[in-house]
């Protein structure tokens, strides 16, 4: 079974461009999260979408980020314009439903901004 | 709210010691699930093992155990035998029934073995 993919793996970019990143879930999984993390700290939750609803967006920064996840599968997160505090890794993660069950994660993509 | 603390920041072992990783969680839900997660230098997140609230039967998969005592609000974890390939940081992370399934995740432990 393929595990959840993303790319661009890496990107540098200068601060107040934007960038953007995609992630294809496992198949079948309803449930897509983005988490940003930070050097030295562990994962904290952007977005998740529950097929292509939003179920919690509470931590996005909306003024610069947004997400989407169109046709329920695949999703992209855009920074626009980034900042120099957006350097970290992003992490995509899929599971089956929102019942509790474990989250699989992508290999992310670590953004830096100079 | 929901809180994971992870105290110990990184611990450092030689090969073939025993470690315990800590993880102390808050939560005002009766129906909850802990997880463990692994984190190798390559970046990505290894799933380790799931544990809901009603279950806190201890469990073990090779060199790996785990101990959730609901008492002391913990869910540590026991790697026997460490080898350098445990060399990662471990995280500890608790999602609510009431939460939409979002994971909060602890600070993490970085674990290091040697020779």
């Known amino acids: 079974e393929a595990g959840v993919a993303q790319s661009p793996r890496y990107k540098i970019i200068e601060k107040r461009q934007s960038v953007a990143f995609w992630c294809n879930p496992i198949?079948?999984?309803?449930?897509l999260y983005w988490y940003q993390q930070i050097l030295g700290q562990g994962p904290k939750l952007l977005i998740q979408f529950q097929n292509n609803g939003v179920v919690d967006d509470s931590q996005l920064p909306k003024d610069r980020f947004s997400a989407e996840r169109l046709k329920g599968v695949d999703s992209t997160l855009k920074i626009q314009p980034a900042k120099l505090e957006d350097s970290a890794v992003y992490l995509c993660?899929?599971?089956?439903?929102?019942?509790?069950?474990?989250?699989?994660f992508g290999p992310g993509t670590r953004l830096t901004v100079l | 709210a929901q809180k994971v603390t992870q105290a110990q920041t990184e611990i450092s072992v030689v090969e073939k010691e025993d470690v315990t990783l800590d993880c102390v969680y808050e939560?005002?839900?009766?129906?909850?699930?802990l997880f463990w997660y692994k984190q190798p230098p390559s970046g990505e997140l290894v799933f380790l093992i799931r544990r809901n609230s009603f279950d806190e039967q201890n469990e073990i998969s090779g060199r790996y155990s785990w101990n959730f005592q609901k008492s002391t609000s913990s869910f540590n974890f026991t790697i026997t035998a460490s080898q350098v390939v445990d060399s990662a940081v471990y995280f500890c992370?608790?999602?609510?029934?009431?939460?939409?399934?979002?994971?909060?995740f602890g600070t993490g432990t970085q674990l290091k073995v040697e020779l």
């Open positions: 993660a899929s599971s089956l439903d929102l019942r509790g069950n474990e989250q699989f």
């Open positions: 198949s079948g999984h309803a449930t």
């Open positions: 992370a608790l999602s609510e029934e009431g939460g939409g399934n979002k994971l909060t």
């Open positions: 939560t005002r839900d009766t129906t909850y699930y």
